[in-house]
C-alpha cells in the first residue's frame, strides 16, 4: 500500500505545469531526431544531455523520458510513412503501417502508433515502480 502513495506523489510532482512544459518540449525534441534514420531514443538523449545542465534533476529526467519515447514516436513515424524503420523497434511498424499508409489511413496507423507507445510507457512505469524493490533487495541479498 506504500508503493501506491508513494506512486501517486511521483505523479504529483510530475504533473506540475513546469514539468508537463519539460515532457512536452522533450517529445517534440525526441521526435525531430527520430524522424531522420539512423538517429534513435539513445542517440537523442545523449544528444540533448547538454541542454539539461542547467535543469533541476527531476525536470531533466522527465525531459529525457520525454524525448526517449519521442524518439520511439518518432521512428514509428518514418516506418509507417516511408517504410523506412531507423531501428529494429520500429521495423514490426513497416508491416501493417506502411501498408495502412498506402491505402489512405496513414493518420490512423500513426494515431495507433502514439496510442500503443503511451500505453506501453505507462503499463511499463507502473511495472518498474512495483518490481523495483523486489528486484532491489534480491540483488543485495547475494553479497557479505
Not at 522533450?26 to 547538454?50: D, I, K, N, Q, R
Not at 525531459?63 to 518518432?74: E, N, Q, R, T
Not at 511498424?93 to 501498408?99: A, I, M, P, V, Y
Request: proline residues 5%; negative net charge; contains cysteine.
Amino acid at each position: 500500500m506504500e508503493t501506491l502513495g508513494l506512486l501517486m506523489e511521483g505523479f504529483a510532482g510530475a504533473l506540475t505545469p513546469m514539468n508537463l512544459l519539460w515532457v512536452v518540449l522533450g517529445c517534440l525534441l525526441g521526435t525531430a531526431v527520430g524522424v531522420m534514420p539512423g538517429l534513435g531514443s539513445s542517440m537523442a538523449v545523449a544528444l540533448l544531455l547538454p541542454m539539461t545542465f542547467a535543469l533541476e534533476p527531476t525536470a531533466a529526467f522527465i525531459m529525457f523520458s520525454g524525448v526517449y519515447f519521442g524518439g520511439l514516436f518518432g521512428d514509428s513515424t518514418m516506418a509507417i510513412l516511408m517504410n523506412t524503420p531507423g531501428q529494429a523497434s520500429a521495423i514490426a511498424s513497416t508491416f501493417e503501417g506502411h501498408r495502412m499508409a498506402q491505402d489512405g489511413r496513414a493518420a490512423q496507423a500513426l494515431a495507433t502508433a502514439a496510442l500503443g507507445a503511451f500505453i506501453g510507457g505507462m503499463v511499463a512505469s507502473v511495472c518498474v515502480v512495483f518490481l523495483a524493490p523486489v528486484l532491489a533487495e534480491f540483488s543485495t541479498s547475494f553479497g557479505p
